[in-house]
Nanobody
Framework: QVQLVDSGGGLVQAGGSLRLSCATS????????MGWFRQAPGKAQEFVAA????????VYGASVKDRFTIPRDNAKNTVYLQMNGLKFEDTATYYC????????????????????WGQGTQVTVSS
């Protein structure tokens, strides 16, 4: 069992930055690909970003590419989502997720491919 704890959300003005964290005590963390998804009220859950088990590969959703990055620190069992240039439309609850298949492939973008989820952290961007 892998328990994920999301944190770092909050209220920020448009154009600002936030860094989300997702931590786990699982010693197998470094085996998992990690992803971030988000869900705004009344909308479907959206893929945001993912990183392979080694950190060597990353992918991003079109709406966040060039603004967000997803570094991970396997020594700290933590993955981050660095969000820069925030926009009002980035307002959502953000969830981290762990996927036992540690590499990036077509399944990376689909929430059903992930095995464990954090509880979510709210990000609100004021315009």
């Amino acid at each position: 069992q892998v328990q994920l704890v999301d944190s770092g959300g909050g209220l920020v003005q448009a154009g600002g930055s936030l860094r989300l964290s997702c931590a786990t005590s699982a010693r197998t963390f470094s085996n998992y690909a990690m992803g971030w998804f988000r869900q705004a009220p009344g909308k479907a859950q959206e893929f945001v970003a993912a990183i392979s088990w080694s950190g060597g590969s990353t992918v991003y959703g079109a709406s966040v590419k060039d603004r967000f990055t997803i570094p991970r620190d396997n020594a700290k069992n933590t993955v981050y989502l660095q969000m820069n240039g925030l926009k009002f439309e980035d307002t959502a609850t953000y969830y981290c997720a762990a996927r036992a298949k540690g590499t990036i492939d077509a399944g990376t973008f689909h929430r059903y491919e992930y095995d464990y989820w954090g509880q979510g952290t709210q990000v609100t961007v004021s315009s």
